[in-house]
C-alpha cells in the first residue's frame, strides 16, 4: 500500500511541487546554505530515516498480535517544542504503537521496539512517524509499509551435480472449522426470545484458524442445502478482510425439519477467484416444529419511500446526525437512532449540481454495514475533499424486506482563513493547511527566482508571462561559474546560478541578476474552487511581504517556461 498518506506531487513538473503542499508529508531536502544577507543557515525538522527490522512479515506473523519488530529512525533539525510519535494504520485510522508517555520522549535518532499490527485489511502493516509540533500538528512525517512476503521456505535444494529440487511454497491449510454448540434447539432459542416470530436464519457461532494466509485470499462462509443448492451464510460487515484466527457469527436458513445444517467455509484469491483451501462442518438442528421449507428472498432493488408516520412494528429511522464541519483529514462523527431493527447501514451521498439532489451513485456499497439500532461511526473525510458531506441511514425490518431510511444534516467542509486575510474576501474557494518554508528570492532583469527549501524547487517568473519548476541540482560546494555580470547588475549564484548556467531559455528569458538574494520565510497556502478544480490556485508570501498568486489547474503536464499565469495581489 503506497502509504494512505503520501508525499503529494506537484501537477506535471509545478505538480510536483505544490500538490505535495496538500499534504503533511514532506521528505528532507538536500541542504542549502542561502547565505544571504549574513542570516545563518536553518535547518527544517526533517525526517531522514524510518526503517523496520525485519523489513517483510507474513500474514500469520502480522495476525497473531505476538511478532515483534524494531523501528529506527532519524532526524534533523527538531525544534524543542517539538515530539515523535509512532502511529500503526488499523480499520481507517492512525493508532498509538507506543502509548503516550510525557515523561519519556522518543529521542530524535533512535530505535524501539513494538508489536507487528495487522491493518485488518489489505493493506499490510503500517507505520507511520511523525514530528509533532506544540500545537499537536504533525511538521512532518513518514509512512513505512511492512511488505508481505512470500519467499518459498526453501529455495531449492542441489546434492552434487543433481537438478536443484524445486522451491516448495507452504499451502494453505485450514486447521478446524468448528461450531461452539453441536446442537442448537431452535425452540429454546424462540422461547429465550433470541430467535423473533417469522425468523428464517438462525445465530450459528463458528470458530476457525487458517495457516498459511495469502494476503490476496479471504475467508467466505457458505451453506449447503438439501436440494444442493448454496447460498452466502455470513452477514455484511463494515470491513472486507475476516482474521485468520477468529470466531463469528453466521446466518444460516433455518431447516424445515429436524436436521442437519451444513456449512462449508472457503479460502479464496480474491483476485483469480480460485479456492485455496475448503472445510465442511455440520450442525445438528432440533426443535424446528412445522417451519417452512428454507427459501431465498432477494433484497429489494429499490428503496421504499419513508412514511412519514412509520408503521407499527416497521422499522424508522428517528435520529441521523453528522457532526459539522467536517475538516479534511479527520474523522467525522455520524449518530443514528433507529427502531424495530436489527440492521442498519450507511450509504455516503454526493451532490448533484444539475438536479440540485443528494443520491447515491449506481451501485455505491455502504460505508458501514449490519450496524447496531443506534450508535456512532466515524467517517475518514479524504485529505483533498472539497464538496459537502452528507449520508443516508438505512434501516432493515426483522422480514429482511422493508426499509426505511433518513438523511443527516449536510456537514460543510472546514475552510481555512487565508494567512494573510478573511475568508470574505474568497467566496467560492475554500482554503486549506497554511504552511510555510525557509526560501530565497532574487529579482533578475526580467523575472524572477524563488527556493523553496521544503520542496528543493527553484520557482522561475517571467515578467512576460508564464512561470515554471525546476528540481534545485545544486550540491554545497559545486563550481558555479557564470562569468562576470555587466556593470550594476549580479551574477547568481549556487542554486539560482546553476539553473541560469545550464538552462539557456532560462537565461535568455531572465537576463542577469538586478539583485542579490535574499533569504526569507515564505507562507503558501492552496486554494479550492468549490465547483471548477481548474479554477484552483496558490498564494505565496514574496520577500517584501506582497502576495504573488499562482494558477494551479488540474492539468497534467506542461512544459517549463510555458506555465499557467502568475500575478502578484495585496493582502
Request: charged fraction near 15%; aromatic fraction near 10%; hydrophobic fraction near 40%.
Amino acid at each position: 500500500m503506497q502509504a494512505r498518506i503520501t508525499k503529494w506531487l506537484f501537477i506535471g513538473v509545478m505538480a510536483v511541487v505544490f500538490l505535495v503542499m496538500f499534504s503533511h508529508i514532506t521528505h528532507a531536502a538536500p541542504y542549502r546554505d542561502v547565505h544571504a544577507q549574513g542570516s545563518p543557515p536553518i535547518d527544517p525538522p526533517t525526517i531522514i530515516r524510518f526503517a523496520s527490522d525485519p523489513a517483510t512479515t507474513t500474514v500469520d506473523a502480522a495476525e497473531s498480535g505476538e511478532t515483534e519488530i524494531t523501528l529506527s529512525w532519524a532526524t534533523v533539525g527538531m525544534e524543542a517544542d517539538q515530539h515523535l510519535e509512532i502511529s500503526y494504520w488499523r480499520l481507517n485510522q492512525w493508532l498509538p504503537a507506543i502509548a503516550p508517555d510525557p515523561s519519556t520522549a522518543l529521542p530524535n535518532s533512535g530505535e524501539v521496539k513494538v508489536t507487528l499490527y495487522h491493518t485488518l485489511e489489505f493493506e499490510p502493516p503500517t507505520y507511520r512517524l511523525a514530528i509533532v509540533d506544540a500545537n499537536n500538528q504533525p511538521v512532518d512525517q513518514w509512512i513505512l509499509n511492512i511488505a508481505y512476503d512470500l519467499t518459498p521456505d526453501n529455495e531449492g535444494e542441489t546434492e552434487g551435480d543433481a537438478t536443484p529440487t524445486p522451491p516448495v511454497i507452504p499451502e494453505v491449510e485450514i486447521e478446524f472449522f468448528n461450531p461452539v454448540q453441536t446442537t442448537i434447539d431452535v425452540a429454546a432459542l424462540a422461547a429465550n426470545g433470541s430467535l423473533a416470530f417469522g425468523d428464517t436464519t438462525l445465530p450459528v457461532e463458528m470458530t476457525w484458524n487458517i495457516n498459511n494466509r495469502l494476503p490476496e485470499s479471504n475467508l467466505i462462509f457458505e451453506q449447503l442445502l438439501e436440494d444442493g443448492g448454496v447460498i452466502r451464510a455470513d452477514t455484511t460487515r463494515p470491513n472486507l478482510w475476516v482474521p485468520s484466527d477468529g470466531t463469528g457469527i453466521l446466518r444460516p436458513l433455518i431447516p424445515s425439519a429436524d436436521g442437519p445444517i451444513n456449512l462449508r467455509v472457503r479460502v479464496v484469491d480474491l483476485i483469480g477467484g480460485e479456492t485455496l483451501a475448503q472445510m465442511d462442518a455440520v450442525v445438528n438442528i432440533t426443535g424446528t416444529g412445522n417451519r417452512p421449507a428454507p427459501s431465498v428472498t432477494p433484497l429489494p432493488t429499490t428503496r421504499p419511500s419513508s412514511s412519514a408516520t412509520p408503521i407499527p412494528g416497521a422499522p424508522a429511522v428517528t435520529s441521523a446526525v453528522v457532526e459539522t464541519p467536517a475538516k479534511r483529514g479527520e474523522p467525522l462523527d455520524i449518530t443514528w437512532v433507529a427502531t424495530n431493527t436489527n440492521a442498519v447501514a450507511i450509504y455516503p451521498l454526493h451532490f448533484d449540481r444539475n438536479t440540485g439532489q443528494w443520491a447515491r451513485y449506481p451501485d455505491e456499497e455502504a460505508y458501514a454495514n449490519a450496524q447496531p439500532a443506534s450508535g456512532t461511526i466515524q467517517y475518514y473525510v479524504a485529505a483533498e475533499e472539497r464538496n459537502p458531506l452528507r449520508f443516508e441511514v438505512i434501516a432493515l425490518g426483522s422480514d429482511g424486506v422493508t426499509t426505511a431510511s433518513a438523511f443527516t444534516n449536510v456537514a460543510e467542509i472546514f475552510c481555512e482563513l487565508p494567512f494573510y486575510g478573511d475568508q470574505e474576501s474568497f467566496d467560492g474557494f475554500c482554503g486549506m493547511w497554511q504552511q510555510e518554508t525557509q526560501a530565497a528570492y532574487q529579482r533578475f532583469e526580467h523575472g524572477h527566482m524563488v527556493w523553496l527549501n521544503a520542496f528543493d524547487m527553484i520557482l522561475v517568473f517571467y515578467d512576460q508571462g508564464g512561470w515554471a519548476a525546476f528540481t534545485d541540482q545544486y550540491t554545497e560546494g559545486d563550481v558555479i561559474n557564470v562569468g562576470e555580470a555587466p556593470e550594476g547588475l549580479v551574477a547568481p549564484v549556487r542554486g539560482f546560478g546553476e539553473l541560469w548556467m545550464t538552462n539557456k531559455d532560462v537565461q535568455t528569458k531572465l537576463g542577469w541578476g538586478a539583485s542579490i538574494e535574499t533569504a526569507y520565510v515564505a507562507p503558501y497556502q492552496f486554494f479550492q474552487s468549490r465547483q471548477d478544480p481548474s479554477l484552483d490556485f496558490i498564494d505565496m508570501g514574496w520577500f517584501d511581504g506582497s502576495i504573488v498568486r499562482l494558477a494551479a489547474p488540474d492539468v497534467k503536464a506542461w512544459l517549463p517556461n510555458s506555465g499557467p499565469a502568475w500575478s502578484i495581489v495585496q493582502p
